[in-house]
């Protein structure tokens, strides 16, 4: 009897290991199933932030296209406005070459030398005398003035 009932205290004690190891097994579980409450919360968070991340990155991108699309359509129409003035360009020098035409046949022009200097020479100092630039009397000619001068030969 006493051999069961050291058989029966062991058995007790036992029992009570085996109990105490499932409470803290139990308590693990517990702490473990925090855990993953927890990491799937932050899991939750993350992929909120993510999507945030990746619609502010297609909205920019939208953003992006429209600027490129905007800057194509400008340059298209630079190159329009630049066609269209060098057109005009073009007509108005047909239009004041056929004037000039005209012109030149309702008005010949009797002197063909486009020049309004009649002298010839560049050098003002040495002109040719013609008689309108004499003096009235060769008394008031002095040597420096350019009317007196001589002329080149």
Known sequence: MERSRTHTGDLEKSAK???????SEKAALRAAERELVSLKEKIFKQS????????????IEAEISGADRSSR????????????????R?????????????????N???????????????????RVRRASDRPP?????????????????
């Not at 290991?17 to 409470?23: A, D, G, M, T």
């Not at 909120?48 to 909205?59: H, M, P, T």
């Not at 010949?108 to 040495?126: E, I, L, T, V």
Request: charged fraction near 25%; hydrophobic fraction near 25%.
């Open 48 to 59: 909120e932030v993510l999507g945030a991340a990746r619609r502010e990155e297609a909205n």
């Open 90 to 106: 073009e007509l108005v020098y047909s239009a004041d070459f056929q004037l000039q035409l005209m012109e030149r046949k309702v």
């Open 73 to 88: 359509n400008a340059t298209y129409r630079i190159k329009q406005l630049d066609e269209q003035a060098q057109r005009q």
């Open 137 to 153: 009397s060769s008394a008031s000619c002095t040597k420096r003035s350019p009317v007196c001068s001589p002329s080149p030969r």
């Open 108 to 126: 010949p022009n009797p002197n063909p030398n486009p020049n309004p200097n009649p002298n010839p020479n560049p050098n003002p100092r040495w």
């Open 17 to 23: 290991q085996v109990e105490e190891l499932h409470e």
